[in-house]
């Protein structure tokens, strides 16, 4: 192929190609719709990985090398130069490697927007990632939804308690449906070469996600859950739109490059530049669950498992996340400031909240946030390879965590941890490819996290040096590193936790023990290949550098960003993180291991605190007392004057004109139709009297006329006479 970029292309139109079979296949399809989409997405990665062996071979993708930032850039704070790039966006001078093509789409003016793809080192390495990881979740799902195959689906959430389950229909090609939709739009954003595209396929994810999020909607908490992440991702897409319109308005462009060569010249700065990158990352702050917009992402898990696995690891919330980091030259050091600080404060917030969550997906969902944090931290103070390192690193074990979780549930048909325990024995598989994830989501050594995490806090620290000591910089810099520390050890803390409470210990509930059971082999073989991705992918594999930074790095969506903290920063930077885990790790084994000491007695010792963190700091509480009962107070007065003042003239002024109408009627219907019709009766009634004069006997008619003449004479001389007197 003449154009590898095709290669991504294709991979790109296969799940939509599978979404249009399923969507015109409907139900009859049965299992078959899981073989076409899961087919469809293994085929994408098979491309994607074919284009990634090419993009290696030919610009020299893990070759060890050491890019600066750009002049007169601090580590990525503002715009930097453009790479150059060969003719025709090919060649591999630099490691400048790009495969693109475009499509002129609309002009207005001298302004023309074009479509197309643009494939770089970036684009290779999220490829690969959200192809390899939906991959395995298709796989698993076709175990997990096998439920949506019978005839019919019974459901008890669906109802009250104490009410039968709800019977339905069940949706199993449906939800393959929705998957290759949601697969097709991540993919498209990922391949896409301007902002305005990325907006398109941005607000497909999102229409998926309220699919997904929904797909039991007989469940209020479902479709509640659904019109949450729907409206909240509005939200932060307004603020992306002023974005939007101001790079549309001041450079005339969307395209990512023209972008970067526009702000190098100059051309877009000052407090202007700062509002588009917080407009566009307003956008991130939704899609990645970032405070103050985390609210919809725990409440999501009401939808399928697998979904909430393609959800936190490979598609919507990432999306954020790569978009930062695409947009990275677009930023302000104003702007970046705050998108650290933003981080900071989710990733230690969501920590908290996990910490007292006793529903296992809902301690991972705000796994999730922190982790979003700890890569939006990580950008934030420069460190654009370590944070989008840590996004596929964490993508990996993210995605491994929740299918582990789903194995746990679909098992033991509960999600509630204080139910599980002891379920080692009963799930060893699982146990142990969780117990995996755990460890690379706590920072353990020779753990993917491990690398991915304690590069962010590196290059905190780094921040914290190079900042002014004195003014908001002397505040806020050491405070974004001790949260990002500090977060180390919540994290250790919450996810041992988790995995105590479930597989270790006695069984706290006998029922849910006997009813467990290790998951089939469509579900265990892709949590065994995420675990061994877990552990293995932030290794460097002799090359001197993890393989995943230098991916990153060696490309032009790296060059100006990647420059590495000093070797003695990263080593105290690390030491403090490890110091951090061991702590989490050792309370974790005090409360829930050994159990030394009772979490329940430490939670009545605090219980303003404990209550303070299972209300989730309140969010929901306050956004439901300053928005939402507001929004609900208005309506209902809006209802009430639509329906006692509109809808009473609209309804008054038609009482009255049907009384009219009525009274018009009655009128008419009396003495308009009565007059004529009295008319013709009377007509009629002198025809039917005059009828007998007809005999049709001349002798007769004669007589009459005779009669009658004889009769007007006399009349006439009777009248003359009379008048001659």
Not at 111 to 130: E, K, P, Q, S
Not at 216 to 237: M, P
Request: aromatic share 14%; glycine share 10%.
């Amino acid at each position: 192929m003449q154009d590898p970029g095709l290669l991504y292309v294709i991979a790109v139109l296969l799940p939509l190609a599978s979404f249009l079979i399923l969507l015109l296949g409907g139900k009859r399809l049965g299992i078959v719709a899981a073989y076409i989409a899961t087919a469809a997405i293994g085929g994408a990665f098979v491309l994607s990985a074919i284009g990634l062996v090419r993009y290696a071979r030919e610009g020299d993708l893990f070759t060890a090398s050491h890019h600066e930032p750009a002049a007169g850039q601090d580590h990525g704070h503002g715009a930097a130069a453009p790479a150059e790039e060969p003719s025709g966006g090919h060649g591999t001078k630099d490691g400048t490697l790009v495969w693109k093509g475009q499509i002129r789409w609309a002009a207005f003016g001298h302004d023309v927007i074009r479509l197309g793809y643009a494939v770089d080192n970036l684009t290779v390495v999220m490829f690969a990632m959200v192809t390899l990881v939906a991959t395995l979740i298709h796989i698993y799902s076709i175990g997990y939804m096998h439920e949506e195959l019978h005839e019919p689906v019974h459901d008890p959430l669906a109802v009250e308690p104490g009410e039968p389950p709800l019977e339905r229909p069940g949706r199993f090609p449906r939800f393959f449906t929705y998957l290759s939709l949601f697969c097709f739009s991540m993919l498209g954003l990922v391949l896409s070469d301007n902002i305005f595209l990325v907006f398109v396929f941005w607000e497909l994810v999102g229409v998926c996600s309220y699919l997904l999020i929904g797909f039991y909607y007989e469940r209020r908490s479902a479709y509640r859950a659904a019109i949450k992440a729907f409206v909240t991702n509005r939200v932060g897409d307004f603020g992306f739109l002023i974005g939007l319109a101001i790079i549309w308005t001041t450079l005339g462009t969307f395209n990512f490059e023209e972008i970067r060569a526009a702000l190098a010249d100059g051309k877009l700065t000052g407090a202007l530049l700062t509002v588009a990158g917080l407009g566009i990352f307003c956008g991130c702050v939704g899609k990645s669950a970032q405070f103050p917009l985390h609210v919809w992402l725990p409440d999501a898990m009401e939808g399928p498992t697998p979904v909430s696995a393609l959800i936190h690891a490979a598609t919507m919330v990432a999306a954020g996340v790569y978009l930062v980091g695409r947009f990275f030259f677009l930023f302000s050091p104003t702007a970046l400031l705050i998108i650290a600080m933003v981080g900071a404060i989710t990733l230690f917030m969501a920590g908290t909240i996990a910490i007292v969550q006793t529903d296992i997906k809902r301690v991972l969902a705000y796994s999730t946030i922190s982790q979003l944090g700890y890569m939006m931290l990580g950008l934030g103070v420069g460190g654009w390879l370590a944070g989008l390192f840590h996004l596929i690193t964490h993508a990996f074990f993210k995605a491994l965590l929740f299918m582990c979780s789903g194995s746990v549930i679909h098992a033991a048909g509960t999600q509630e941890m204080p139910q599980m325990g002891g379920l080692l024995k009963k799930m060893p598989i699982t146990a142990i490819t969780m117990l995996v994830g755990t460890l690379a989501i706590a920072g353990i050594p020779f753990f993917s996290g491990y690398y991915s995490k304690d590069a962010i806090l590196a290059y905190a620290l780094h921040f914290w040096q190079q900042a002014p000591q004195t003014g908001l910089y002397g505040v806020i810099a050491p405070t974004l590193f001790v949260l990002a520390v500090g977060g180390a050890a919540i994290t250790a803390f919450y996810m041992f936790r988790l995995w105590f409470m479930t597989f270790v210990g006695k069984p706290r509930d006998h029922h849910v023990y006997e009813h467990a059971h290790e998951s089939p082999p469509t579900m265990t073989v892709p949590l065994i290949v995420l675990a061994v991705l877990s552990w293995c992918a932030g290794y460097s594999f002799g090359l001197g550098q993890p393989v995943i930074e230098l991916a990153l790095q060696n490309g032009p969506a790296g060059q100006g960003f990647t420059a590495h903290p000093p070797h003695a920063t990263h080593e105290l930077a690390g030491t403090f993180a490890l110091g951090a885990v061991i702590v989490g790790v050792v309370l974790a084994v005090i409360f829930y291991g050994v159990r030394l000491l009772s979490p329940d007695e430490v939670a009545a010792q605090f219980p303003r605190l404990y209550r303070f963190l299972w209300h989730k700091w309140y969010f929901d509480e306050l956004y439901a007392a300053a928005l939402v009962r507001p929004v609900l107070a208005f309506s209902r007065k809006v209802r009430a004057f639509d329906w006692n003042i509109i809808d009473g003239i609209v309804d008054g002024v038609a009482y009255w004109t049907a009384r009219l109408a009525s009274a018009d009627g009655r009128f008419d219907f009396w003495i308009i139709d009565g007059i004529v019709n009295l008319v013709g009766e009377v007509t009629y009634w002198c025809g039917e009297r005059l009828r007998w004069l007809q005999t049709g006997r001349i002798r007769q008619y004669i007589v009459f006329l005779v009669v009658g003449t004889v009769a007007v004479l006399a009349l006439l001389f009777y009248v003359t006479t009379l008048f001659a007197r």
